[in-house]
């Protein structure tokens, strides 16, 4: 999430607009059950969560700091959760069943917290020193060969993207 506000912050991607709804609607339609259901403590409010998910007040380079560093905690849950699912599809192996989690799932996220920890790490840097750009880089977020709800974004320096290499 924090990459990815971070490139919008940096006009990279478009901020998209709701088809059918604002976002006060859409977080009213999502909570107003819970609204009802909950009086203490107090139901958060759509200006409460306006407030606290507003990042108009952080750089990008902060975002993408941010964003290194929450992909390094995702890839320490990854790799407990890989550990956790080994053991049980060595014992379900052993018992003749099938695993209830496919490794290569978690394989595969693992894979995509790399990747985009690795590009934002490379944006923090150029952002810092192009003042907030993309210091050269293009930066392309439609890549879902390694899974298909999570992207890996990629970077490159805009010398090298549309010049193909001669045969010598």
Do not use: C, W
């Not at 990279?12 to 059918?20: M, N």
């Not at 699912?85 to 209830?100: A, F, I, Y």
């Amino acid at each position: 999430m924090r990459l990815m506000l971070a490139l919008k912050k940096m006009g990279v991607l478009r901020e998209s607009v709701p088809p059918f709804s604002d976002t006060e609607q859409r977080f009213e339609q999502r909570f107003a059950r819970f609204h009802t259901l909950v009086t203490v403590p107090e139901p958060y409010s759509y200006a409460d969560f306006a407030s606290s998910t507003d990042v108009s007040t952080f750089a990008a380079e902060a975002l993408l700091t941010l964003a290194v560093e929450a992909f390094d905690l995702a890839r320490k849950a990854i790799g407990y959760e890989a550990q956790v699912v080994g053991h049980m599809q060595h014992s379900q192996q052993q018992q003749q069943q099938l695993p209830s989690t496919p490794i290569q799932v978690l394989h595969d996220l693992d894979k995509v917290a790399i990747s985009n920890m690795l590009a934002s790490s490379v944006l923090a840097k150029a952002a810092k020193a192009d003042g907030g750009g993309t210091g050269g880089m293009a930066v392309t977020a439609d890549n879902f060969s390694r899974h298909p709800h999570f992207p890996v974004v990629g970077v490159k320096s805009e010398k090298v993207v549309g010049v193909k290499s001669e045969k010598r």
